[in-house]
T-cell receptor
């Protein structure tokens, strides 16, 4: 198992363009999370999935952001009509939610995809 | 809402000295608390967690954390810091399936 993989590692785009990030989680993990991190801040929750179902999306998240996990394996995060304020590191994490245990899942993070909007 | 706070932006410590990184929490019910570490250009890595039981939790790389219910704290500690411990540390809590993170504390260990 190679851990959580994110691509591309760095994306530079012009304002108004669309970008898509991909995350490949650990294969046996059923939960997948997207976070955004800006300099000097902790990861900010965006959305998460259990298998292919999107369980929650941050109310602070613009409608320009959409995420999918169509087959319960890899996930994509798309940002439409990018703005300079979207510049950040986008982190993906996965975990195994064991039905027999309550909460306390440990997250395994990818290295992140850095977005720069010019 | 479940949340954690890290009151220090940066902690400076000399190599060999004890290291403490502070975290306080605001959680209804029984808290699930975590510490993660982030090295430059790397993803966050899990260090340790508190779910229930013993208030002193031991984790990776010689780190431990003490859960204090009366002070609503979960401070990360290491008895003898190494230069290689220099990194960004995040406290986190499980908030109904999603995780909330503190703003992070930069640890600088000088030789």
């Amino acid at each position: 198992d190679t851990g959580v993989s994110q691509n591309p590692r760095h994306k530079i785009t012009k304002r108004g363009q669309n970008v898509t990030f991909r995350c490949d989680p650990i294969s046996e993990h059923n939960r997948l999370y997207w976070y955004r991190q800006t300099l000097g801040q902790g990861p900010e929750f965006l959305t998460y999935f259990q298998n292919e179902a999107q369980l929650e999306k941050s109310r602070l998240l613009s409608d320009r952001f959409s995420a999918e996990r169509p087959k319960g394996s890899f996930s994509t995060l798309e940002i439409q009509r990018t703005e300079q304020g979207d510049s950040a590191m986008y982190l993906c994490a996965s975990s195994l939610k064991d039905r027999g245990r309550s909460g306390a899942n440990v997250l395994t993070f990818g290295a992140g995809s850095r977005l720069t909007v010019l | 809402a479940q949340s954690v706070a890290q009151p220090e932006d940066q902690v400076n410590v000399a190599e060999g000295n004890p290291l403490t990184v502070k975290c306080t929490y605001s959680v209804s019910g029984n808290p699930y608390l975590f510490w993660y570490v982030q090295y430059p250009n790397r993803g966050l890595q899990f260090l340790l967690k508190y779910i229930t039981g013993d208030n002193l939790v031991k984790g990776s790389y010689g780190f431990e954390a003490e859960f204090n219910k009366s002070q609503t704290s979960f401070h990360l500690k290491k008895p003898s810091a190494l230069v290689s411990d220099s990194a960004l540390y995040f406290c986190s809590t499980d908030s109904w399936g999603k995780f909330q993170f503190g703003a992070g504390t930069q640890v600088v260990v000088t030789p």
